[in-house]
């Protein structure tokens, strides 16, 4: 009978070959943090995972999540017209809030297409249709730092994450007309490298919570504060429109 080999040590080029490949992981780690654009000033979350094996948060957390009192929660597809027998303000509200899902919604996909660009960033055209402010600001500033960096999303992307919605108001936020918790699904999503498109890490979920207002009668995001999280803390679930 044939003996089953003992594992041997490593060798000496095998620790070498593996410090490598550590060197490069912690290489990546550090130019995700960059795309991922950890601003405390409006909060905006990025796309791209600071280091995947780590559960800290990488951008500033949410001051408060709305308890159930709070939160009204509305199915994200739901296009029928109010039931007759709601209040008019009911109505409204409702109104409101699926307003609030479709511009988010949109906007998701804005930001998704512009993380996979292959060749030189550009700021999307659509931006300022769904942002404001600070926010806008931000982005356009996250959108222009992606240039120097090496990763990018998959080409499919769009098909693989996920999206889950809660609009709701918050009394604590004086200057929102309408707020969201998001929940941004990218865990089967692949971050690969420019040029080769050679898979490099998987993506995260990420949670935020959105805060919108009425521009020229358009609803947009002037405010976003965002963390990484383990599993999405809210209910409902629904894919990219």
């Keep these: 009978m044939k003996q089953?080999?003992?594992?041997?040590?490593?060798?000496?080029?095998?620790?070498?070959?593996?410090?490598?490949?550590?060197r490069r992981g912690a290489s990546i780690a550090i130019a995700l943090t960059v795309m991922l654009g950890s601003l405390t000033a409006c909060g905006f979350g990025g796309l791209l995972p600071s280091?995947?094996?780590?559960?800290?948060?990488?951008?500033?957390?949410?001051?408060?999540?709305?308890?159930?009192?709070e939160?009204?929660?509305?199915e994200a597809t739901t296009t029928n017209a109010p039931d007759p027998e709601q209040t008019e303000e009911q109505a409204s509200q409702k109104q409101l809030f699926d307003e609030a899902v479709k511009t988010y919604s949109e906007y998701q996909k804005v930001e998704i297409t512009a993380g996979k660009r292959?060749?030189?960033?550009?700021?999307?055209?659509?931006?300022?249709?769904?942002?404001?402010?600070?926010?806008?600001?931000?982005?356009?500033?996250?959108?222009?730092?992606?240039?120097?960096?090496?990763y990018r999303l998959a080409d499919d992307a769009a098909e693989k994450a996920k999206l889950q919605l809660r609009?709701?108001?918050?009394?604590q936020n004086k200057e929102a007309l309408v707020s969201l918790d998001v929940c941004l699904d990218l865990t089967a999503v692949d971050f690969v490298e420019k040029g080769t498109g050679t898979p490099i890490t998987k993506g995260m979920m990420i949670y935020r919570k959105v805060a919108m207002k009425r521009v020229d009668g358009s609803l947009k995001i002037f405010n976003?504060?965002?963390?990484?999280?383990?599993?999405?803390?809210?209910?409902?679930?629904?894919?990219?429109p």
């Design 118 to 150: 292959d060749g030189r960033a550009t700021v999307p055209k659509e931006l300022d249709k769904y942002a404001t402010g600070e926010y806008y600001d931000n982005v356009v500033s996250q959108v222009k730092n992606a240039d120097q960096m090496k």
């Design 224 to 240: 976003v504060q965002a963390k990484k999280v383990a599993k999405c803390p809210i209910k409902g679930q629904s894919d990219l």
């Design 51 to 69: 280091d995947p094996t780590s559960d800290t948060e990488t951008t500033t957390a949410p001051t408060q999540e709305p308890t159930q009192s």
């Design 167 to 171: 609009p709701y108001k918050d009394p």
């Design 4 to 22: 089953q080999g003992l594992p041997t040590k490593p060798t000496a080029l095998q620790n070498e070959t593996r410090s490598a490949a550590a």
């Design 71 to 74: 939160t009204t929660e509305p």
